[in-house]
C-alpha cells in the first residue's frame, strides 16, 4: 500500500470517526484498556462502558490495587470475562514490575494477558509507533487488499510480513491514525458478508475488488458436541441460591445457579461435575445455548434445596443466597441471568 493511498485512507477515517472516546484521551493505560474491551465486542458496547471503567479505574495503579472482583463488576455487559481478569493481571503486573505500562514490546508481551494484539495496540496507538494491531478487521481488510488466503495466524504473518517488506514501517505518517483507520474501514465499509467497494478509500488499488474474489479466510474444521446440562433453580423464603464459577473453568469467578453435567458426547468434559440425580420428569423447561464446540440443552429444575449428591459436588465452591434485587448488581453469569429472569416474570 503505498503512502498516498494510506494518506487517503487516514482522511477518510478522521473525518468520521474521531469521535470515538477511546480516541479522544489516549494514553498508554487507555489504549490497553480501550484495545482489550474491543477484542470480541463492538464499539457501540464499548462506547457505553468505557467511560465508567474509567472513571472508576482511572489510572494503571487504581486497576492494579483493586481486586478480581470489582473489576469483573464493572465489566458486566461487555461480556468475555476471561478479557477483564487479563485486565487486571497485566494491570498488576506492570505496576509492581514498572510502575507504569513499558514501552518495549517485549516487556509488554512478558506480561500475564497481555498478546501480540494488545501489544502491537499499545505501541502503535499508545505511542504512535510503527506496528499493525492486527485483529479480525484489519485482516479482512489488508487480506482482500492484498489477495491474501488461508487460516487466521497464516493471514496474520502474511500481513505482518508484508508490512516490514514494503517498508509500510518506515512511511511519515502517524501509525495511531492508520490503525484506527484500517479498523474503522473494516468495520463499516469492508464487511464479511457485504463490503462496500464504491465506497472505500482503497477501491482503486484493492485486488479483491479488481478480481470481485472476496473470500480470504479458510476456517478450520470444528468438532461438535452435543452437552446436556442441569441447571438446579434453588429458591426458599424468596432468596436464590448462587455458587461462583472456580478458577481456571468457564465464567470463573461469576455467579451461577446450581448447574451439573447431565450428559455429554465428550466423554472427558469437566467444566461441570457429573450429576444425573433427578429424573427427566422433573424438568420444568429446556432451553438451548452454544459455547465454543458445545452445542448445550439447558435443563432446567426447580426446588427448594439440592439433593445429597449435588450437596456433595457443590460444597467445594463458595455459595450464597441472593434476593432478587441483589441480581441488579451482581457479576452473574448470562445463561442463569436470563433463565432466573423468565422465572421471575413468570
Ligand atoms: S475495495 Fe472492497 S474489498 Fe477492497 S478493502 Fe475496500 S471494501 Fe474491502
Redo the contacts with the bound molecule.
Keep these: 500500500m503505498n503512502l498516498q493511498l494510506i494518506e487517503k485512507l487516514i482522511a477518510w477515517s478522521q473525518k468520521q470517526f474521531k469521535e470515538l472516546p477511546w480516541r479522544k484521551k489516549r494514553s498508554l493505560y487507555t489504549t490497553m484498556v480501550s484495545e482489550i474491551m474491543l477484542q470480541q465486542t463492538t464499539v457501540t458496547a464499548v462506547e457505553k462502558r468505557f467511560e465508567s471503567f474509567l472513571k472508576r479505574f482511572p489510572s494503571l495503579k487504581t486497576l492494579a490495587l483493586s481486586s478480581e472482583e470489582e473489576v469483573l463488576n464493572e465489566w458486566i455487559g461487555l461480556g468475555y470475562y476471561r478479557r477483564a481478569r487479563n485486565l487486571h493481571k497485566a494491570a498488576q503486573y506492570f505496576q509492581s514490575h514498572f510502575q507504569t505500562i513499558p514501552d518495549q514490546k517485549e516487556e509488554l508481551l512478558n506480561a500475564p494477558g497481555i498478546g501480540a494484539y494488545t501489544a502491537n495496540a499499545i505501541i502503535a496507538m499508545g505511542l504512535d509507533r510503527p506496528a499493525l494491531a492486527i485483529d479480525g478487521n484489519l485482516i479482512?481488510?489488508?487480506a482482500?487488499?492484498y489477495q491474501f488466503q488461508g487460516k487466521r495466524s497464516q493471514l496474520e504473518s502474511k500481513i505482518e510480513k508484508k508490512f516490514l517488506q514494503s517498508g509500510m514501517d518506515r512511511y511519515p505518517i502517524s501509525y495511531r491514525a492508520f490503525n484506527e483507520a484500517l479498523m474503522d474501514?473494516?468495520r463499516t465499509?469492508?464487511?464479511n458478508d457485504d463490503?462496500?467497494?464504491s465506497?472505500?478509500?482503497?477501491?482503486s488499488k484493492?485486488?479483491?475488488?479488481t478480481n470481485h474474489q472476496?473470500d480470504y479466510l479458510i476456517k478450520p474444521e470444528k468438532k461438535q458436541y452435543d452437552l446436556s446440562l442441569k441447571r438446579v433453580l434453588v429458591i426458599k423464603s424468596n432468596k436464590i441460591l448462587l455458587y461462583k464459577r472456580p478458577e481456571k473453568k468457564w465464567l470463573q469467578g461469576q455467579w451461577e445457579i446450581p448447574t451439573f453435567t447431565q450428559s455429554c458426547s465428550h466423554e472427558k468434559f469437566d467444566q461441570y461435575d457429573w450429576d444425573q440425580t433427578r429424573t427427566q420428569k422433573q424438568i420444568i423447561n429446556e432451553v438451548s445455548s452454544a459455547i465454543t464446540c458445545y452445542k448445550i440443552k439447558n435443563l432446567i429444575f426447580k426446588d427448594t434445596k439440592l439433593n445429597t449428591s449435588e450437596q456433595k459436588k457443590l460444597k467445594h465452591y463458595e455459595q450464597k443466597w441472593f434476593s432478587w434485587d441483589d441480581l441488579e448488581t451482581i457479576n452473574l453469569a448470562h445463561q442463569s441471568r436470563k433463565i432466573l429472569l423468565s422465572k421471575k416474570s413468570r
Excluded at 465506497?199 to 477501491?203: E, G, I
Excluded at 484493492?206 to 475488488?209: E, F, I, L, R
Aim: glycine share 4%; with cysteine.
Design positions: 479482512r481488510v489488508l482482500r487488499f474501514l473494516g465499509i469492508c464487511q463490503p462496500h467497494c465506497l472505500c478509500p482503497l477501491s484493492c485486488k479483491a475488488n472476496f
